[in-house]
């Protein structure tokens, strides 16, 4: 492909990406294909000769974007959003034309240097104490996912600690200091909590240390409290463990919930050896907003904090914020200096070279498209857009709200996000999940609307997240429509409890896999009521396996 090739092509791809975007709310959500679908469309082996960018272009709409799940479409409500802008398109494109693995100073000073402003003006925008700017002890790195900062933070923290408890470790010789520095890590352990994303513990696990979790409970809407996290760290140590690291969360997965952040500085202003990393993916871009900014005062006694652009401020992936008071710490755990990397701009102590800040050596120019997207917006755009979520979100939680007879929102809502189960007419847990279970997997198989669902308190419970670019009070009202339709089908299709009785028990419908045999089984035995497994016909068993479960609970005879 040659320049006027590329102008011809960056026009078409120009017109599709737009009308793509334009006309998104079009395509089913859910990608409708089957797994493997694709290797039955393309060849086993590269071509040997050169294709036309008309041949690739055409495969690109036939057989690849069938394969799409759309996150940026309105009827996208599950996981958290994946955002993206003209501004931050832009900033990838140019970042792929001034290719450079950034790794020191001087490979690219541009692509350094705009990134530590551009951290320095997100840490302002968010509210974050002076000691984590540039201009003080600490700074800011773009990482590609939360999962490399916290893998990068538990790697500083464990070297700090390990420095700071084995006696005079700054006098061993390489060798007794490593084999020192080894046997101690065999005790060490990472915390979150019951509700910290899976990425704490797969960091301690690709560390090599251990993890426990602090218990965390409805009654504290599933937030970290200090006093079990207290609890948990006496617990480590009675077993003879040493915490050296706690991600704390602003924003759980599950709930978005935000743990007790002033608590737990309280329970750890003593306990100087544990770094503690606050993990705000998703819901730490709301800190550009003032109401949400108290949320920070904690952040001074704290060693980290992470928040990922990529999930709410229009910035597509990977744009990772991580933040920390102390750089130094950071740079001692992560820093190696082969000869082929040195350079007299490093060694002269006056530049930045990030690959001490990271766990890889080569870095693309990510802050290009943070800058493109901060200036097109500005801190007044951002602010807007957030709001426009939290009110969205808070409509969202109204409707729920006003059909109590069918749902319950199981936590207060939070940052755009609500979480409801299906309520159950005879108030029981079990049941409430099966019949959330039920309506879930209805809705997503019929691929209007998609969302997603988690396991809370035991509990089987529906996410709804409406932030993305194109989320609108119009969508929300269609989901929350389909959720009431499916509701009342699915709960038409189980017998109900009516002052003792049973009601509602349709031997002609089907309904939805809520209930396993053995589930089914567990509780009556066959002779007990003169059935038998095998003699029930198949278009009844799985409606007759929910009367037999209501029927168990009530130990009816």
């Known amino acids: 492909m040659d320049a006027k090739q590329f102008k011809q092509a960056l026009r078409t791809a120009s017109n599709d990406i737009t009308d793509y975007l334009d006309n998104i709310s079009s395509r089913p959500v859910q990608a409708e294909v089957s797994p493997g679908y694709l290797r039955q469309l393309l060849p086993a082996r590269a071509p040997q000769d050169g294709q036309s960018w008309d041949q690739i272009h055409g495969d690109l709409f036939s057989k690849i974007l069938p394969g799409m799940t759309h996150w940026n479409s309105p009827n996208f409500l599950a996981f958290f959003p994946a955002p993206t802008s003209y501004p931050s398109m832009l900033g990838e494109l140019y970042s792929a034309a001034l290719t450079t693995s950034a790794f020191n100073w001087d490979c690219a000073p541009a692509v350094t240097e705009l990134e530590t402003i551009v951290m320095d003006w997100v840490a302002r925008m968010l509210n974050l104490p002076e000691s984590y700017l540039s201009t003080s002890t600490g700074g800011g790195v773009i990482q590609g996912t939360t999962s490399e900062a916290v893998i990068a933070v538990m790697v500083a923290a464990r070297e700090r600690y390990l420095r700071q408890v084995i006696p005079n ?14 046997k101690r890590r065999a005790n060490l352990v990472a915390i979150g909590s019951e509700a910290s994303h899976s990425c704490t513990q797969k960091a301690a696990l690709i560390i090599g240390v251990r993890y426990r979790s602090v218990p965390v409970s409805i009654d504290d809407d599933f937030s970290m409290r200090g006093q079990r996290l207290q609890q948990t760290i006496a617990k480590c140590r009675e077993e003879g463990l040493e915490p050296f690291y706690l991600t704390a969360t602003l924003g759980t997965t599950s709930t978005c919930a935000v743990d007790k952040l002033e608590e737990i500085a309280e329970v750890l202003k003593d306990e100087s050896n544990i770094w503690v990393h606050v993990d705000a993916a998703f819901a730490g871009n709301a800190l550009v907003c003032e109401e949400y900014q108290d949320l920070t005062k904690s952040f001074g006694a704290f060693n980290s904090f992470s928040t990922a652009l990529s999930k709410w401020l229009l910035v597509n992936l990977d ?52 800058w493109f997207v901060m200036r097109s917006y500005g801190q007044k755009g951002f602010k807007k857009y957030i709001r426009n979520h939290i009110k969205l979100g808070e409509a969202f939680a109204k409707l729920i709200a006003s059909k109590p007879d069918l749902f319950e929102i199981v936590v207060p809502p939070a940052f755009a996000l609500t979480v409801i189960s299906v309520r159950s007419e005879i108030g029981d847990r079990e049941e409430a999940s099966r019949l959330t279970r039920a309506v879930y997997e209805s809705i997503n198989k019929a691929n209007e609307v998609m969302l997603t669902s988690t396991v809370v308190g035991g509990n089987f419970v529906i996410r709804v997240v409406g932030a993305n670019p194109n989320t609108t009070a119009t969508a929300l009202q269609k989901a929350f429509e389909i959720l009431v339709s499916v509701t009342e089908e699915c709960l038409g299709k189980f017998p109900t409890i009516s002052n003792g009785c049973l009601t509602g028990f349709n031997p002609n419908v089907v309904v939805p896999t809520c209930i396993s045999e053995k589930d089914a089984m567990r509780s009556t035995g066959d002779d007990e009521i003169g059935l038998s497994r095998n003699l029930i016909e198949p278009q009844y068993s799985r409606a007759m396996f929910s009367l037999w479960d209501v029927m168990s609970k009530l130990r009816w005879r």
């Open 169 to 182: 470790v700054a006098d061993l010789d390489e060798v007794d200091r490593e084999n020192a520095m080894a």
């Open 319 to 370: 744009a990772c914020c991580l933040f920390v008071k102390e750089r130094e710490q950071l740079i001692d755990a992560l820093s190696i200096h082969p000869a082929y990397l040195r350079n007299t701009a490093s060694d002269s102590g006056k530049v930045i070279d990030y690959r001490n800040w990271q766990i890889p050596l080569s870095r693309r120019f990510r802050a290009l498209k943070i």
